[in-house]
């Protein structure tokens, strides 16, 4: 079982920032690969960014440049840097989890590939 706990979201204005943060269990980080993803209201959740167990990171079209995924080994924390935000990217956001198949040449961005999940962090970006 993982256990994800996520923070830093918040009300930001249009071009700020926010440092969204997830951390894990100890016993559960190694080879896991984690990704980030969002749900405005009325939509689907989408994948915004992955990072593998060997570092390859992954991002959104939409975020591509403005977001950074990032992992800190030492603290079993997944980071999601967020610049220049915009109003459309006022959502839900959470973190996810799943062992990382070495394997697999997956960019691990979709939903159904991941096992366990955070209970998510409001980001608000005014316009």
């Known amino acids: 079982q993982v256990q994800l706990v996520e923070s830093g979201g918040g009300l930001v204005q249009a071009g700020g920032s926010l440092r969204l943060s997830c951390a894990t269990s100890?016993?559960?980080?190694?080879?896991?690969?984690m990704g980030w993803f969002r749900q405005a209201p009325g939509k689907e959740r989408e994948f915004v960014a992955s990072?593998?167990?060997?570092?390859?990171?992954y991002y959104a079209d939409s975020v591509k440049g403005r977001f950074t995924i990032n992992r800190d080994n030492a603290k079993n924390t997944v980071y999601l840097q967020m610049n220049s935000l915009k109003p459309e990217d006022t959502a839900d956001y959470y973190c996810a989890a799943r062992t990382d198949l070495t394997s697999s040449s997956s960019t691990y961005s979709s939903v159904d590939e991941y096992d366990y999940w955070g209970q998510g962090t409001q980001v608000t970006v005014s316009s």
């Open positions: 990072i593998r167990w060997s570092g390859y990171l």
């Open positions: 100890r016993r559960t980080y190694s080879r896991l690969a």
